[in-house]
Structure formats: C-alpha cells, structure tokens
C-alpha cells in the first residue's frame, strides 16, 4: 500500500485547507484511514480517523473546526481544515490499515497503523 499526501501550504490563521491523500491499494474500502500531525520537538499526534464504514473520531484539538471524508472511487480520504489556528501548524500523515468492509472501528494511535504517507506540511501564521 503506497499513500500519497498532499495540500499543504502556508495559510493565515482562521484559513482553510483541504489535505488530500491518494492510496494505491484495490481494496481501499476495506481499509481504516487516518490523519496524524507532528509539530517540531514533538511526537507525532493523532488528529482524525474514518473507519471503513464512515465512522469518524476526532481529537479534541480539531473537533468542530476539521473534518475527515473519504471517496471510494478515487480510493482518496480528505482532510478539511477549517478556522486554522497558529497551533496547527505541523507535517500531516495519513495513515492506513486492514480493516473489514462496512467496520465501525475508528483506531487513534500511531501503533494501530500499518502504512504511512509522506507527509505535507501546513503552516499557519498569526
């Protein structure tokens, strides 16, 4: 499973960002995703997750202001990035692992994910 990230950029704070994520795999419907964040100095940080059914779970930080999706037939997941804030600044991971068609299991650590993407990094000036 090979996962291309992309969408970052620079940003003001209280802008938008769309974050997408192309995985090369044929049963991406099978497949739990999520979106990760490392800020410098820190460990990485689970943001949002969608299970292979279309449950999501959020963290704290972002619930409210992002929101995770995913299309099927572009074996793509999103990360909509709304009122950005300095904080958020970091490299944005997705992340992939085997699920089951149709799951309701959401998984939010870093240890539960099988394959990684690049990254892309946000910034957010104040």
């Known amino acids: 499973v090979q996962l291309q990230a992309s969408g970052g950029g620079l940003v003001q704070a209280g802008g938008s960002l769309r974050l997408s994520c192309a995985a090369s795999?044929?049963?991406?419907?099978?497949?739990?995703l999520g979106w990760f964040r490392q800020a410098p100095g820190k460990e990485r940080e689970f943001v949002a997750t969608?299970?292979?059914?279309?449950?999501?779970t959020y963290s704290d930080y972002v619930k409210g202001r992002f929101t995770i999706s995913r299309d099927h037939a572009k074996n793509t997941v999103y990360l909509q990035m709304n009122s950005l804030k300095p904080e958020d600044t970091a490299v944005y991971y997705c992340?992939?692992?085997?699920?089951?068609?149709?799951?309701?299991?959401?998984?939010?650590?870093?240890?539960?994910?099988?394959?990684w993407g690049q990254g892309t990094l946000v910034t957010v000036s104040s």
């Open positions: 795999v044929r049963t991406f419907s099978s497949y739990a």
């Open positions: 969608i299970s292979s059914g279309g449950i999501t």
């Open positions: 992340a992939a692992r085997r699920s089951w068609l149709g799951g309701a299991t959401t998984y939010t650590g870093v240890a539960e994910y099988d394959y």
